[in-house]
């Protein structure tokens, strides 16, 4: 696990992409109660997530392509990395009981991403970066859980690889 400080100026950019989003983030990415201002909060917190993994790579000199999508569609990746070819995905979470990292299955068979990014947001600019794991890891270990809403690929914390192991998988 690693504390990373989020810069205001971050805090600031996640607060204007939610804000611009809210409107066009999918009632299917949604499960939370609260409609379109929750959306907006969740939003917010999944990039404050994004922004400390960015922290991460900045500190350690690792080259990378940051989403640039527009806040209208869906993006293909968070972080790119062009020596790699790796596309990344950052997974927050702000709940202390939440001890798993969810991928939903449909989105992965559409969508996948080679690596996942496991972020504790603390507060708005404090966050903890408890691991990563590959694609391969999750499908070799093949949970799958269902609480209601749509199956999810899951992976436990304990089952997340070291954030320091990740530099060299990235090039």
Known sequence: ???IVIPQNYVMEAMDYANKSKSFTSDRHDFHD??????QKKMFEGKLGEKAFKVFLENNQIQYFEDQSSYDSADEY??????????????????????RTLE????????????????????????????????????????I???????????????????????????
Do not use: C
């Open 78 to 99: 968070d972080f790119y990395f062009e020596r790699t070819g790796l596309k990344v995905d950052v997974k927050t979470r702000t709940e202390d009981f939440h001890i």
């Open 1 to 3: 696990m690693l504390n």
């Open 34 to 39: 609260g409609g379109i201002n929750n959306k």
């Open 104 to 143: 939903m299955v449909e989105q992965f068979k559409n969508k996948p991403k080679d690596i996942y990014i496991s972020v504790k947001l603390i507060n708005n600019s404090n966050a903890q970066i408890l691991g990563w794991f590959s694609k391969e890891d999750m499908l070799f270990r093949n949970h």
């Open 145 to 171: 859980e269902n609480q209601g809403y749509m199956d999810n690929y899951v992976m436990y914390d304990q089952e997340l690889r070291p954030i320091e192991s990740l530099m060299q998988h990235l090039g």
